[in-house]
């Protein structure tokens, strides 16, 4: 989980399958957004290969940084 840094997004990733995941393992690989204020799921960034194993949204919040088994900047 990461929390922005002005506390208005929340990033999850890696949690048990909720519909988004690969059956195989039975984990969500995709990282979901959400609006802290309201907990409202907002977008969902799909396809990381596996459960991300790090997650951080950047000072601005523009950016999130995905790590799985390759580093990812999402415009967000």
Known sequence: VAVSPDGKWAATAGGPSLGYADRSTGLDHDV???????????????????????????????????????VRFWDV
């Open 32 to 70: 979901h957004l959400y609006d802290f204020a309201s907990g409202e799921r907002r977008h969902v960034l799909p396809g990381l290969y596996t459960a991300a194993a790090g997650l951080k949204l950047t000072a601005v919040s523009k950016t999130l940084l995905t790590v799985d088994e390759v």
